[in-house]
């Protein structure tokens, strides 16, 4: 059974779908705690199905490395397989992703290359491109550049906003992440290997 840390920054939409997916007997992989760096409205999820929260504000600590370390502290604690970044929205720094990679995944509401950063979404729009997509990624110290897991193509339509195509990346992005848990859970993914490729 593979044990998992979110860390999410918002509503954890990803969250709820992995803790519903996991309500399932034959499901191989469990949260065992959620994250993120302040009072995020996805803690509702956790708290409705009884997984334990913790919050590291980076305003309480005197710099970036601080905070890490002591979000890694909190993450260890659990000992989790797996952590995955769902809408976790502050870059961790460099020695917490050499201590938890490649165990650490993130989604991206893009297909990568395409779109990396914070705005996704938008700038696949303001490109005027006629698709995007949604991707998974094992984490490294760039800015969504590490290796890619999976990831699957959405079409932009000629009338979608930020907020319609955005909407319609979410699910996808969301049976994505089931998938690519469940490959991991059982060994059709291997990370170390895509990592080290």
Do not use: C
Request: proline share 7%.
């Amino acid at each position: 059974m593979l044990s998992l840390v979110v860390l999410i920054s918002g509503g954890g939409s990803n969250l709820r779908a992995l803790l519903e997916a996991s309500e399932d007997a034959e499901f191989p992989a469990r949260v065992v705690a959620v994250g993120a760096d302040r009072d995020a409205d996805g803690f509702s999820h956790s708290e409705e199905f009884g997984i334990p929260t913790f919050s590291v504000a980076l305003s309480n600590f005197p710099d970036r490395e601080a905070w890490g370390d002591a979000m890694l502290e909190q993450i260890q604690s659990w000992q989790p397989d797996l952590v995955i970044l769902s809408g976790f929205m502050k870059l961790l720094p460099p020695r917490v992703i050499d201590a938890l990679s490649p165990n650490l995944i993130n989604t991206h509401p893009a297909y990568l290359p395409e779109f990396p950063g914070a705005h996704g979404v938008r700038d696949a729009l303001a490109a005027g491109v006629t698709q995007t997509g949604a991707s998974i990624i094992v984490v490294d110290s760039g800015v969504d550049s590490g290796p890619i897991i999976a990831q699957t193509r959405i079409p932009i339509l000629p009338r979608d906003t930020e907020a319609s195509l955005h909407d319609r990346i979410k699910p996808v992005e969301r049976q994505l992440l089931i998938q690519t848990v469940l490959d991991i859970a059982n060994g059709r993914i291997d990370l170390k290997e895509l990592a080290t490729a």
